[in-house]
Each structure stands twice: as C-alpha cells, then as structure tokens.
C-alpha cells in the first residue's frame, strides 16, 4: 500500500508541474496528495513549514470526518506556499 502511494505521489508530482497547477486545487483526497508530493521537493521555509501545519491539521480532520474543516486547512496550506 505505501508503495503505492508513493508511486501515487511521484506520478502526481510529475502532472503538477504544468502551468495549470498555479491554480488552487479542489479539496479532494488525490489533490491533498498531489500537494502533498510537492512540498517534499521545495526548499524549507516558513511557508513551507505553515503548509506542512495546515496539512497535518488536515488531515487529521479528514481522518475524522470533519471534511469542511478539512478543506479550510487545505486551502490555508495552499495559500500558505504561495507565500514567500
């Protein structure tokens, strides 16, 4: 299974990389893994660290079913990357 989700990730990582991606994505399973894989290739930085927060908070509100505060923590972490 992990490695799954981790080919999963690259695959999603390598699609990301279209201009397309500048866009905020939809609060799904898949997208939150899509920025997920992008994360771990950037630099660390503040942002970087409030994304990785925003995410963790995530989720673990998806993990309890709490999908609208899920997606509210997801889009944080994504306004958080763009950040600089």
């Known amino acids: 299974m992990k490695i799954l989700l981790t080919a999963a990730a ?28 992008m994360m771990m290739g950037t630099a660390d930085t503040p942002a970087k660290v409030a994304a990785n927060k925003e995410m963790a908070m995530a989720n673990t509100d998806m993990s309890n079913g ?7 923590h997801y889009m944080k972490s994504q306004k958080a990357m763009t950040m600089k």
Request: with cysteine; net charge positive; hydrophobic share 50%.
């Open 10 to 37: 690259f695959v999603a990582f390598t699609l990301s990389l279209s201009p397309a991606s500048a866009a905020m994505m939809a609060c799904t399973g898949d997208n939150m893994m899509k920025s997920t894989a």
């Open 66 to 72: 709490k999908m609208k505060s899920a997606c509210i």
